[in-house]
């Protein structure tokens, strides 16, 4: 289930990270009307991306796992800071609620995928 995780995950970034330099899809900066989108949003997504489909084709598990498990720490990361942070600029990238809970969502899913069973689901 981890290779699959990482194999869409790598996707849709790869896919975000592309649509936010499209004018079309980003006018404004805006994503969808919704998430803040710069230079560096986008490569981030297409690097986040680009790690995700790579390991989730290598099909090695522990390796998917790993990686993983470090998008959720970045991404938890970003959520933390995204949540304190009152001026919305987190590390250099514009960030409004949108993409806090998109970052969020992320970081909650890649624990449930990165985690060993035994602790995504206690008995």
């Not at 489909?53 to 990686?67: D, P």
């Not at 960030?95 to 060993?116: C, V």
């Amino acid at each position: 289930m981890i290779l699959t995780y990482a194999k869409v995950m790598g996707l849709l970034f790869l896919t975000m990270g592309i649509l936010g330099f499209m004018p079309g899809a980003a006018p404004h900066g805006e994503l969808f009307g919704l998430f803040l989108m710069d230079t560096a949003h986008n490569i981030l997504f297409l690097m986040t991306g680009l790690v995700l489909l790579a390991v989730g084709l290598t099909n090695q598990w522990e390796s998917a796992r790993r990686v993983t498990l470090g998008v959720a720490a970045v991404y938890g990361l970003l959520t933390l800071l995204g949540f304190v942070i009152p001026s919305h600029l987190v590390m250099g990238m514009p960030m409004n609620m949108s993409d806090d809970i998109l970052h969020l969502a992320i970081t909650a899913s890649a624990l449930m995928f990165g985690l060993p069973e035994r602790y995504a689901y206690p008995q």
